[in-house]
């Protein structure tokens, strides 16, 4: 069965960085793309970038240039989200989900990892 | 950037009532547009790609349809498990997509 596997909680103080994995099994890994999407609390749902198949491309939405970077590894079907410079506002939930193109939604999620960004 | 507005933002509704959930899109998206459904505490869940395809193993009820930038999610008859927050989300601006505000479905 699909499952995406998230890292766990996070605490980080203004201005440091997090490090989110998901690890992938259940299906070929190198077929699907993998986005993330996060929630701040009581927030709706935000889309933060997508990374391709073979992960030799990346793209964030505009809001995260600059301090979004998402790799994947093959060798361990994983990927793996890093958000710099963080402020009190990048305290939420994010979640790992995969899709296979760019009009077949979001199947499969991760269980979701907090952050929490406080001094 | 492309911006999808949900509305209501909330309605509250009985079982068994068929419901209308509706996004728009601030300019033409053809169909590449998903509907999610998320519980408290839960990742969201797809329930509709490509505007109007039903995610395998989602119940019949719920149906989508809509082209270009008006878009509807409709359940037939309103479940006691259908309780949630609905949220549309475009995927023609590529490479950004974009979700909806979210509309919660509460029970009357």
């Known amino acids: 069965q699909v499952q995406l596997v998230q890292s766990g909680a996070e605490v980080k103080k203004p201005g440091a960085s997090v490090k989110i994995s998901c690890k992938a099994s259940?299906?070929?890994?190198?077929?699907?793309?993998m986005h993330w999407v996060r929630q701040a609390p009581g927030q709706g749902l935000e889309w933060m970038g997508l990374?391709?198949?073979?992960?030799?491309?990346?793209n964030n939405a505009q809001k995260f240039q600059g301090r979004l970077t998402m790799t994947r590894d093959t060798a361990t079907s994983s990927v793996s989200m890093e958000l710099s410079s963080l402020r009190s506002d990048d305290t939420a939930v994010y979640y790992c989900?995969?899709?296979?193109?760019?009009?077949?939604?979001?199947?499969?999620w991760g269980q979701g990892t907090l952050v929490t960004v406080s001094s | 950037d492309i911006q999808m507005t949900q509305s209501p933002s909330s309605l509250s509704a009985s079982v068994g009532d068929r419901v209308t959930l509706t996004c728009r899109a601030s300019q033409s998206i053809s169909t590449y547009l998903s509907w999610y459904q998320q519980k408290p505490g839960k990742a969201p869940k797809l329930l509709i790609y490509a505007a109007s395809s039903l995610q395998s193993g989602v119940p019949s009820r719920f149906s989508g349809s809509g082209s270009g930038t008006d878009f509807t999610l409709t359940i037939s008859s309103l479940q006691p498990e259908d309780f949630a927050t609905y949220y549309c989300?475009?995927?023609?601006?590529?490479?950004?997509?974009?979700f909806g505000q979210g509309t919660k479905v509460e029970i009357k």
């Open positions: 990374i391709n198949p073979t992960g030799s491309t990346s």
């Open positions: 989300q475009q995927s023609y601006s590529t490479p950004t997509w974009t």
């Open positions: 259940g299906y070929t890994f190198t077929s699907y793309y």
């Open positions: 989900a995969r899709s296979t193109g760019y009009n077949s939604g979001l199947d499969y």
